[in-house]
């Protein structure tokens, strides 16, 4: 089975500063998918990110952009230039190619401070 | 295009009654996933349908919960004999087919328990 980690609970950032998230998994599958999610409090999930494992440039996606090391399991998110907008949960999850086998990490809720 | 519609937004039960949750995907869309999250914490895995199928049941306990994908109508999470333990935001997600790795997801149900 796989598993999705989240070791930070809870972050904070100042408006216009980058911060970055972190997710590992557990697998044993070669080809999958990693994305991160935004969930604002209007709990809206929304689609920050995607990265297919078998590509080795890491996504990026205009101020989102990820550090994809497939060798260490490691999937962390940065968001660079920090906007009050981007207050939200952020929730990493992985996917297993051609089955949608879909998983989430527990989040991790992120603050951007004006 | 409609999004993928949930209905309703909230749905308040006594304990003991029976809690039907609907999910239309987006036009298309033969592939449904339905999570449970719980307060402060992730997306957990309940069932994975195909219209007329269940795929992947395994996150989904055993007694008083059921899903269903009819061929025609919406995806119907079921819960009966509601405690207050099931008190939560469900959450169904669509993706067109089984090779398509965008998940739409809905804006969730939130079920509470009196």
């Known amino acids: 089975a796989q598993t999705v980690t989240q070791s930070q609970p809870e972050m904070s950032v100042q408006e216009a500063e980058t911060v970055t998230l972190s997710c590992t998994y557990d697998t044993s599958e070669n080809n999958y998918y990693l994305f991160w999610y935004k969930q604002p409090p209007s709990r809206q999930m929304i689609l920050v990110i995607r990265?297919?494992?078998?590509?080795?440039q890491n996504a990026t996606e205009n101020r989102f952009s990820v550090n994809f090391q497939k060798a260490a399991k490691s999937f962390s998110l940065k968001i660079s230039d920090s906007q009050l907008g981007d207050t939200a949960m952020y929730f990493c999850?992985?996917?297993?190619?051609?089955?949608?086998?879909?998983?989430f990490g527990a989040g991790t809720r992120l603050t951007v401070k004006p | 295009n409609a999004g993928v519609m949930q209905n309703p937004r909230h749905l308040v039960r006594r304990r003991g009654q029976e809690a039907r949750l609907r999910c239309s995907p987006m036009?298309?869309?033969?592939?449904v996933y339905w999570y449970r999250q719980l307060p402060e914490e992730g997306l957990k895995f309940m069932v994975y349908?195909?219209?007329?199928?269940?795929?992947?049941e395994s996150g989904m306990p055993k007694e008083r919960f059921s899903a269903e994908f009819p061929k025609e109508g919406p995806s119907i999470l079921r819960i009966q004999q509601v405690v207050r333990g099931d008190s939560a935001a469900y959450f169904c997600a669509s993706f067109k087919g089984a090779e398509n790795t965008e998940a739409f997801f809905g804006q969730g149900t939130r079920l509470t328990v009196v």
């Open positions: 036009k298309g869309h033969s592939h």
């Open positions: 990265q297919e494992a078998y590509k080795q």
């Open positions: 349908l195909q219209k007329e199928n269940i795929i992947d």
């Open positions: 999850a992985f996917m297993k190619q051609l089955n949608n086998d879909m998983r």
